[in-house]
């Protein structure tokens, strides 16, 4: 989907990292894993959890408005003020 | 009656009738048509409907006896609750106004609304027959819904508290995303023509995983533009997964039944697009705590096989070998220390016989014991045959040396 397109370079994405973790878990408990290999899952297993928690509670939702020019082609604006609501 | 009795009695009265232009004629009809009518509510049927590109609207309104020409001014557009159609039963309030070139007559409308909840069920039911006959309602057609998106579009009106709901409950469970507002109006008679071009261009512009579509409450005439087979078309054509966010749990529009997920308000669409991060949080904590007790399972299973293998006769055998081989080595050692010393004294001793042997060559012992050597020129003289008489020589003792001449 598109998702892959984007934000791959550094980062994981949230689901790259959970499934990934989940893989890691399941490797784990099919039982026989060289002791170096379960070290690696180990220092993989802490980054991925990391990341993972960082996203959950750290990232803020982000607002932006696709507008569409004269000649067809697509802007994205930023909607940085918390919009106003009507309660 | 009376009007048009007294009217023909003043006419006979006067024997002078005055002749009238068309103009002047057209300008009294119009005077009193329009005075006359200057606010009337009719009930009738749209036919003929033309939507001008100048976005005036065109049509007529008709019953089984009388057909009246009808107009809808641009300006009023935008208050119209549904899109007009030909055939549909309405209620319409304006004034009549005379259009004097062509000598016509038509109503202006200001306001108009579908007859009764009746009539719009109708044209709900008989569109909802027809999408279902060809197949876009059908569930095999519905995608699934991405798990985790990134990128979410919503095709809702920007001021509407809809929006404000839909990002609340985002930002609650799930805040990681970034939400691509796409404005429309939701209501009105472009409204369905909007959000469906929305749907659209959300497809041309690709960045998305997802997208919600949806208001919040309102009258079926305020939700009519959902139940427009443009917006039906436009969400059947979407490649990206769309979920519908009309209303109340009630409401059921024709966009709930093609898009691939119908929520029942725009906040449950919100619940349904995106997984509580709490719940996740969870899961990852789980997936963590599995990973580290099974290493150091991993770890304290080599730990014990370790002990167990420093304790077992296998592991511990290698180790009398090395004693054994220490041993051997020490014993080679020993033997070979001997052996090497046995053949320093044997060569000691032979030096020693050497020693003997050099001490017994040294001359100087032989001048100990009387001899002497001489030389003459620094050469020594072994013959007396080659001295002569008065020759330079030189005599050495075993402790000494002296010079003298040849007599």
Not at chain 2, 199 to 213: A, E, L, R, Y
Not at chain 2, 224 to 249: C, D, L, M, Q, T
Request: charged share 30%; proline share 3%.
């Amino acid at each position: 989907m598109s998702s892959s397109k984007r934000e791959k370079d550094s980062k994981h994405t949230f689901e790259q990292s959970l499934k990934r973790l989940e893989q890691i878990v399941e490797e784990l408990e099919q039982g026989e894993v060289p002791l170096d290999d379960a070290l690696k899952m180990y220092e993989e297993g802490i980054e991925l959890s990391k990341a993972c928690v960082e996203k959950l509670t750290q990232a803020e939702l982000r607002l932006k408005k696709l507008s569409k020019d004269m000649e067809g082609s697509f802007h994205l604006i930023e909607e940085d003020e918390e919009p106003k609501t009507e309660e | 009656m009376n009007d048009q009795l007294s009217l023909l009695s003043d006419n006979v009265e006067k024997p002078e009738r005055k002749v009238l232009t068309v103009t002047e004629l057209t300008k009294r009809i119009k005077q009193t048509l329009e005075t006359g009518f200057s606010s009337v509510t009719i009930e009738g049927e749209i036919s003929n409907f033309k939507f001008h590109s100048s976005g005036h609207m065109y049509f007529a309104l008709k019953d089984s006896g009388a057909t009246i020409s009808a107009v809808i001014w641009r300006s009023r557009v935008p208050f119209l609750s549904f899109t007009p159609e030909d055939g549909m039963k309405v209620v319409a309030t304006g004034r009549i106004t005379v259009y004097e070139i062509r000598g016509n007559y038509q109503i202006d409308i200001t306001s108009m609304r579908p007859v009764g909840a009746g009539e719009l069920q109708l044209a709900f039911e008989k569109l909802k027959r027809k999408l279902a006959a060809e197949g876009l309602f059908d569930e095999e057609h519905k995608k699934p819904l991405p798990e985790f998106p990134e990128q979410i579009g919503i095709v809702t009106s920007e001021t509407g508290a809809a929006l404000q709901d839909m990002l609340h409950i985002l930002r609650r469970r799930f805040p990681a995303v970034e939400v691509i507002l796409y404005p429309v109006r939701v209501q009105g008679a472009r409204a369905g023509e909007e959000i469906a071009r929305a749907i659209n261009d959300f497809n041309k512009f690709g960045k998305i995983d997802v997208m919600i579509v949806g208001r919040g409450g309102g009258s079926l005439e305020d939700l009519w533009a959902f139940n427009e087979e443009v917006v039906a078309r436009a969400i059947y054509k979407s490649k990206i997964p769309i979920i519908s966010a009309v209303g109340h749990e009630i409401d059921f529009t024709i966009a709930d039944f093609v898009s691939d997920l119908r929520a029942p308000t725009p906040s449950a669409a919100a619940e349904l697009v995106v997984r509580d991060r709490f719940a996740l949080l969870d899961i990852v904590r789980n997936n963590w705590y599995h990973i580290s007790e099974n290493v150091q399972n991993v770890v304290s299973y080599r730990k014990e096989r370790i002990r167990n293998l420093l304790k077992s006769y296998s592991f511990n055998r290698p180790i009398d070998l090395l004693r054994q081989y220490n041993q051997r080595v020490d014993e080679l050692e020993r033997s070979m220390t001997a052996v090497v010393s046995h053949r320093f004294s044997m060569l000691n001793g032979q030096s020693e016989s050497l020693r003997h042997q050099l001490i017994a060559l040294d001359p100087h012992m032989v001048l100990r014991r009387g001899y002497t050597i001489v030389r003459k020129d620094g050469r020594v003289v072994g013959s007396c045959t080659s001295l002569k008489s008065s020759d330079e020589i030189e005599i050495t003792f075993h402790d000494g040396k002296l010079s003298s001449k040849v007599s």
